[in-house]
């Protein structure tokens, strides 16, 4: 494997997930920013299937939980 490179083949993925600083760039930097942004049909999804689970939470008192 090269410099920067993963078992997956995306050279840059080893930028962002390496020890010490990031040798990525600014424009690289934003761009993986706004490719990983989620679609609406995403959110939609997970809207739909995430369920949050809080450990050892009671409603305060007085109020409906």
Same mark, same amino acid.
Request: charged share 50%; aromatic share 0%.
């Given at each position: 494997m090269g410099k920067g490179q993963d078992r997956r083949g995306d050279p840059d993925h080893g930028d962002l997930a390496g020890a010490g600083r990031s040798q990525l760039g600014v424009d690289k930097a934003l761009r993986g920013r706004d490719v990983n942004r989620p679609t609406d049909e995403d959110l939609a999804? #997970?809207? #739909?299937e995430v369920v949050i689970v809080r450990r050892h939470w009671r409603p305060p008192p007085g109020r409906p939980g």
């Open positions: 999804r #997970a809207e #739909a």
